[in-house]
């Protein structure tokens, strides 16, 4: 049993002691956001913020969850309160396939989080461990760009 917060909500989930985080939120936790990709943290797609951070649950064990905070993209918006990078990715239609978005989406979270200004340098940076081959990279850096100046609070 592993117990943490999981995208604000405490939860308590039964994993076996070598479980994946990505196991345990797409098994026992029943969600869907974080995906499977490559498994050896090369391509994003199973990218969460734990603790803030953008972390790998592809190999990160479960267990060091253990009272930790775990956010999804199903914690950054819900469908009548969208995030404004939910919202601004859906306004610059910023995915095609939408394989790698969960995992953008939480990375380009925690960057604004951390510089609720960041030039495209910045973004590029902080999206570079994600393998998307769709082609959208300038839609992704609108958005990201579109979702920033949303977020900003006027003087």
Request: hydrophobic share 45%; proline share 8%.
């Amino acid at each position: 049993m592993v117990a943490f917060t999981l995208n604000g909500a405490p939860v308590a989930l039964e994993v076996s002691p070598d479980a994946s985080l990505l196991h345990a939120l797409r098994g026992p936790a029943g969600l869907s956001g974080p995906r499977f990709g490559c498994g050896t943290e090369q391509c994003g797609t199973c990218m969460v913020l734990l603790d803030g951070a953008p972390s790998y649950a592809c190999t990160l064990a479960a267990s060091a969850c253990a009272g930790r905070a775990v956010t999804t993209v199903e914690g950054l918006g819900t469908p009548d309160a969208p995030h404004p990078l939910q919202a601004a990715f859906l306004a610059e239609q910023a995915g095609q396939c939408g394989y790698c978005l969960s995992g953008i989406l939480v990375s380009a979270a925690a960057l604004l989080a951390r510089d609720p200004d960041p030039d495209d340098g910045a973004i590029r940076a902080a999206l570079d461990p994600h393998l998307c081959r769709c082609g959208s990279h300038n839609r992704i850096l609108r958005a990201v760009r579109r979702a920033a100046a949303a977020m900003r609070v006027p003087a």
